[in-house]
Structures are given as structure tokens and as C-alpha cells.
């Protein structure tokens, strides 16, 4: 993105700057701020004047500030009064929004201007309550010329420095949004307790009941989705670990480099050939082979219930890998090349992620529908552990991933699974509970 901003404001200067500034503050979220770094740096290094950044930033401000206003004013109250009730919006809502803007509009206004996500709304939320123009207008105009001005001046003075400036300032503006909605949200959650205090004790009882059938076995909606949600949770977690060492270059990727290294000295022609046979099993052909012919035999015996949550877990798994590879665009190791045909993006590894949702799910298509012996359905369970971690292996070996690609593989595939099985689980529990009969998942 600042690579795209430094372009666009290169090449056209004042034009992209008071667009997107201009476009960012009548309610549509692009980089505004970002583009008044930019421009500011410029400015330093001699390419633009950088009064005239600062007072094209504002005069953008300040006219599509005018923009949101009145979009907000005219469209807003009636947008918000035909389709408010699906969102939970009454007139006591807008009332309540109009007294706010009343009494802290000003500083809204001109606050707002300052903080992310604020700074894109506050003019649209005056305009549909209904603020007075001439108190917004003021506040705006102030707001906008000390942005500018604020903003103008940091990228100017770091302009030798600007991918660190512009990290920061978006953090700390993200900071300032997530402290405001912080303080909002518990002045709102205090005031909610306090008027229901007497109904949440009366259901107190009630709570405990739904918590503890929360773990019980039988229940619909019961153990299985608690532990589900329990694993989702921690895989989601372990991910974003991971994925955070990767894109800062943390210790993580130190450690990638040297077992990478350390098993390409020890990888001998035998070894490719096996780690190859093996990294074939979690190829996109053998488990799109795999999900047909399964598929097919599920909807041979009208198992509909586990064919749509099988084939979720294929098409999700690969549309999942897909994404992360697009967003992460990690490059590979320099020693996939001799394997890998075709270019594609390391982080995570495909064939990790893939391999850990098909054969997890094979195991469990086969432990519910045809192997009953608890032993046997162990058996089936380490069998496909050895099989995914085997393949993971395998991509190391050849060095077409880093240790972290895989481990990044694994654990979204136990996000994905566990949030697959769940819904079959939920989905085939409440088919009983509405039946009123044991049913197999028909």
C-alpha cells in the first residue's frame, strides 16, 4: 500500500492527495493520512512545497468533510429510519445520537479528525444527527487545518524515514479508535447494567444451566461445540503468533533459516526421491482425487450432512490457503526452485494445510459412519497424524517451505477442521433433537 500512495502521489502530486483525503473524509475508508505522510516526505526531499500539501490536505478535509455532512443529513436519518430495525435502531436511537452530537459534537468534530475510522464517520454521524452546520462547519474547518498542519509537519520532518513514520502514525491513530470505542463501550455497558441489574440476577440460574450443558456429552450444542471452539480459539492464537514472527522478521524466521540449511546439507538424492513420493499424498490432485471419490460414496448413501461439511472443508481449506498466500506474500526458500515448476507464495504451506482438513476429515468420516471399535478408531486417528505430519516433513526436505510455512499450515488446518466438524456436530445433533428420534446424519 505505501509503495502504491508513493506512486500515485509521485507521478500526480496535489490531484491524488486532495482525492483521497477528499474521498476518505466523506465515508469512504482510503489512506488519506497515509497519502499526507507521503506527500509531506515528498515535500522534504525537494518534489513538492509542502505549505501546498498542507493546505491541499486541508482544503480536502474540509470539503469532503462538507460532503459527509450533508450525505449524512439528507440520506442518513431516512436510510437509518426505513432500515434501522434490522440493525437494532429505533428513533430513541437517533434521538439519543442527536442529544450526543448536541453536547459533544464540537469535540467530536474536531477530535475525530485525528483518530482512524472516526475521522472517515464523524461528518456522515452530524449530518444524520442532525448537528447544527454553522457549530460543524467551524469544528471542521479547526480540525482539518490542525490535521493537516499536525500531520504535514511529522512527514516532513522524518521524510528520510517514511515506512516507520507511517507504521507509527497508524498505530497510534488505530490506538486512539480502539481507546475511544473502549471508553464508549464501557460508559454504555455501565449505564445497560445498571438499568437491568435485577433481570441479570434472575437469570443468574439460568446462565449456570446453559454452562453446564455446555459440557455435557448428549446435549445439543453441548461438549462437542465447546471443545471445538476451545481448539479454534488456541489454533487461531498459535497462528497469529506465527504469522506476526514471520512479517517482522522475528527469531522464528532465524530458526527457518538454519534448519533449513542444516537439512539441505544432510538431503541426499534417496531422501528427495522418498520426501517426493511422500509430498505427492498431500498434492491438490490426490486430495481433489480424495474428495470426489468420497463425496461420491457419501451421496450414494444420502449422507447429505457430512457431503456438504466434507466438501466445506475442501473448498474452504483451499480458498483459505489461497488468501493467507495473497495477504502474507512470503517469498519461497531459495532452494525451491529446483523443485518447484511454477511460482507461488511460501507462507503457509499448501500441502500442510490441505493434508491436515483432508485427511482429518477423512478419519472422522470414517470413525462416525463405519469404524466403531474405539482402538480401531484410534488406529484410524494416529495413521492420518503420522500421514499429515509426514507430509509436512516432506516440504521441509525439499526446501519448498520454511519450518514456520508448515507449523502456519497445521494450524490454520485445525482452525478450518475443527470449525468443519463442529457445524457437522451442531447441524447432526439438531436434526435429532428436532426429529426426536437417533438418526445418523441423513
Not at 482544503?59 to 434490522?86: E, K, Q
Not at 445498571?194 to 446462565?207: D, I, K, P
Not at 447429505?304 to 493467507?324: E, M, T, Y
Not at 521441509?396 to 519450518?403: A, P, R, S, T, V
Request: one cysteine or more.
Amino acid at each position: 500500500m505505501q509503495g502504491t500512495i508513493s506512486g500515485l502521489v509521485a507521478s500526480y502530486g496535489y490531484v491524488v492527495l486532495f482525492f483521497l483525503v477528499g474521498v476518505e473524509s466523506l465515508g469512504i475508508p482510503l489512506p488519506g493520512e497515509t497519502a499526507v505522510v507521503t506527500a509531506a516526505a515528498w515535500a522534504a526531499l525537494g518534489h513538492l512545497s509542502i505549505y501546498a500539501v498542507v493546505a491541499t490536505a486541508a482544503a480536502g478535509a474540509i470539503i469532503g468533510d462538507n460532503g459527509g455532512y450533508w450525505i449524512g443529513r439528507t440520506g442518513g436519518v431516512a436510510l437509518l429510519r426505513r432500515y434501522g430495525r434490522f440493525v437494532h435502531l429505533s428513533e430513541a436511537h437517533l434521538e439519543r445520537a442527536r442529544r450526543f452530537f448536541e453536547r459533544h459534537g464540537a469535540k467530536t468534530v474536531f477530535f475525530g479528525r485525528f483518530i482512524a475510522l472516526l475521522r472517515t464517520w464523524a461528518a456522515v454521524l452530524a449530518g444524520a444527527a442532525r448537528m447544527p452546520y454553522g457549530t460543524f462547519m467551524l469544528y471542521n474547518a479547526l480540525g482539518a487545518v490542525c490535521w493537516a498542519s499536525v500531520v504535514g509537519a511529522l512527514g516532513y520532518g522524518f521524510g528520510r524515514n517514511l515506512p516507520r513514520l507511517e507504521r507509527y502514525m497508524g498505530q497510534a491513530s488505530l490506538a486512539g479508535a480502539l481507546l475511544v470505542a473502549l471508553v464508549v463501550g464501557l460508559a454504555l455497558g455501565w449505564r445497560w447494567f445498571e438499568r437491568n441489574r435485577t433481570r441479570l440476577v434472575a437469570r443468574t440460574q439460568r446462565l449456570r444451566t446453559f454452562a453446564a450443558a455446555r459440557f455435557a456429552r448428549g446435549e445439543y450444542l453441548g461438549l462437542h461445540l465447546t471443545m471445538g471452539l476451545v481448539i479454534s480459539i488456541g489454533a487461531l492464537w498459535l497462528f497469529s503468533g506465527i504469522t506476526e514472527d514471520v512479517i517482522h522478521h522475528d527469531p522464528l524466521t532465524l530458526f527457518d533459516v538454519t534448519l533449513l540449511n542444516w537439512v539441505h546439507v544432510r538431503a541426499t538424492p534417496a531422501g528427495y526421491a522418498i520426501a517426493g513420493a511422500i509430498s505427492l499424498l498431500g498434492s491438490p490432485v490426490t486430495l481433489t482425487i480424495l474428495a470426489l471419490g468420497v463425496g461420491l460414496v457419501l451421496a450414494a448413501r444420502r449422507e447429505w450432512i457430512l457431503l456438504a461439511g466434507w466438501l466445506a472443508a475442501f473448498a474452504g481449506g483451499g480458498l483459505l490457503d489461497v488468501v493467507l498466500k495473497l495477504v502474507i506474500r512470503r517469498p519461497r526458500p531459495p532452494y525451491a526452485a529446483e523443485f518447484l515448476p511454477h511460482f507461488s507464495w511460501s507462507f503457509p504451506s499448501g500441502h500442510a494445510l490441505a493434508s491436515l482438513i483432508g485427511y482429518g476429515m477423512l478419519a472422522y468420516v470414517l470413525t462416525l459412519l463405519w469404524i466403531r471399535r474405539r482402538g480401531a478408531q484410534i488406529a484410524v486417528a494416529l495413521c492420518a497424524a503420522v500421514l499429515i505430519l509426514a507430509i509436512g516433513l516432506s516440504r521441509l526436505y525439499l526446501g519448498l517451505h520454511y519450518f514456520s510455512d508448515v507449523v502456519g499450515g497445521y494450524t490454520a488446518g485445525v482452525l478450518w477442521l475443527s470449525a468443519c466438524i463442529s457445524g457437522v456436530e451442531v447441524a447432526r445433533r439438531w436434526r435429532v433433537t428436532a426429529s426426536g428420534a437417533p438418526s445418523s446424519g441423513h
